[in-house]
């Protein structure tokens, strides 16, 4: 699974061909969320520091995430993101 950013210990990947809807998986530690890019939906259980600090990034970069997903789709290299500073 391709990572797209990394930050603070948190890990923001995206898999090829994933299933809809267009989501990204984010990992700290133990734990992981996945993002549903629509409308910042999550799914799982992180701990709340870092979930703000995934969610923060999510807004920086929604659109990026969303081209993302297309390629993805379209299996074509994938961007990194700037993490969160």
């Keep these: 699974m391709p990572e797209l950013s990394r ?3 948190i890990v923001i990947r995206m898999y090829y ?3 809809e809807p267009a989501h ?3 990992a700290y530690g ?5 993002v549903h890019l629509e409308d910042g939906m999550v799914e799982g259980r992180f701990p709340r520091r870092a979930l ?3 969610l923060e990034w999510y807004e920086i970069h929604r659109g990026e995430l969303v081209a993302n997903w ?3 789709r379209q ?3 994938l961007v990194s993101i700037a ?3």
């Excluded at 133990?30 to 996945?34: A, G, L, N, P």
């Design 52 to 54: 703000r600090l995934v």
């Design 70 to 72: 297309d390629r993805a």
């Design 83 to 85: 993490p969160l500073e």
């Design 7 to 9: 930050f603070l210990g």
């Design 24 to 26: 990204f998986h984010a």
């Design 75 to 77: 299996l074509e290299p």
């Design 17 to 19: 061909r994933d299933h």
């Design 30 to 34: 133990d734990y992981e969320v996945k």
